[in-house]
T-cell receptor
Framework: GQSLEQPSEVTAVEGAIVQINCTYQ??????LSWYQQHDGGAPTFLSY????GLEETGRFSSFLSRSDSYGYLLLQELQMKDSASYFC?????????????FGKGTTLSVSS | DAGITQSPRHKVTETGTPVTLRCHQT?????MYWYRQDPGHGLRLIHY???????DKGEVSDGYSVSRSKTEDFLLTLESATSSQTSVYFC????????????????FGPGTRLTVL
């Protein structure tokens, strides 16, 4: 089976840097994705790592170490609007196609 | 934004009644998914479709069935709703054929809040 572990809550102040970790156990691994969800809204795609290393997209970066079954999302120059839930997800491949299995999410609270 | 809508957006029903939720896309994407989201559980996959009339079960498929007769529509049916199926239901779509390091971005609909009394 598949399982993902991430912290349930993280707090930080505006302008700070925060890292949200994700460890996973999967029977097959085809990439780690990150999604953001604001309260009451739909999840939206942030980033994707299939290979080891760091991917940078503006203030957000995502890192993957396949040998450690570990990844993280790094948010820099935090803003109040970054307060949201963040989900890591792994791709599951089976004979029928593909799907994503999500972690339980990390609630980030940014204060002024 | 991907063209994906869900209907209804809110529904209150009674235990034992059938309920059908609809997901409609205008992107002509191949893959469609139904998730439920509950506090403390994140997003859990119920069923997904990889083409017209092609569907498969996800993590939490018991009590749910799906149908996809057209590319643009994916229906989720609760044959006999129970209180444990009170949740927020999200539909998602993706179109990428997965190979190598191509991403599998999923685009989510706005969600349906279902309450089973």
């Amino acid at each position: 089976g598949q399982s993902l572990e991430q912290p349930s809550e993280v707090t930080a102040v505006e302008g700070a840097i925060v890292q949200i970790n994700c460890t996973y156990q999967t029977s097959g691994f085809y990439g780690l994705s990150w999604y953001q969800q604001h309260d009451g809204g739909a999840p939206t795609f942030l980033s994707y790592n299939a290979l080891d290393g760091l991917e940078e997209t503006g203030r957000f970066s995502s890192f993957l170490s396949r040998s450690d079954s570990y990844g993280y999302l790094l948010l820099q120059e935090l803003q109040m609007k970054d307060s949201a839930s963040y989900f890591c997800a792994v791709r599951v491949i089976n004979q029928a196609g593909t799907a994503l299995i999500f972690g339980k999410g990390t609630t980030l609270s940014v204060s002024s | 934004d991907a063209g994906i809508t869900q209907s209804p957006r809110h529904k209150v029903t009674e235990t034992g009644t059938p309920v059908t939720l609809r997901c409609h896309q205008t992107e002509n994407h191949r893959y469609m998914y139904w998730y439920r989201q509950d506090p403390g559980h994140g997003l859990r996959l119920i069923h997904y479709s990889y083409g017209v009339k092609d569907t498969d079960k996800g993590e939490v498929s018991d009590g749910y069935s799906v149908s996809r007769s057209k590319t643009e529509d994916f229906l989720l049916t609760l044959e006999s709703a129970t209180s444990s199926q009170t949740s927020v239901y999200f539909c998602a779509i993706s179109g990428t054929e997965l190979a190598g390091n191509k991403t599998d971005t999923q685009y989510f609909g706005p969600g349906t809040r279902l309450t089973v009394l």
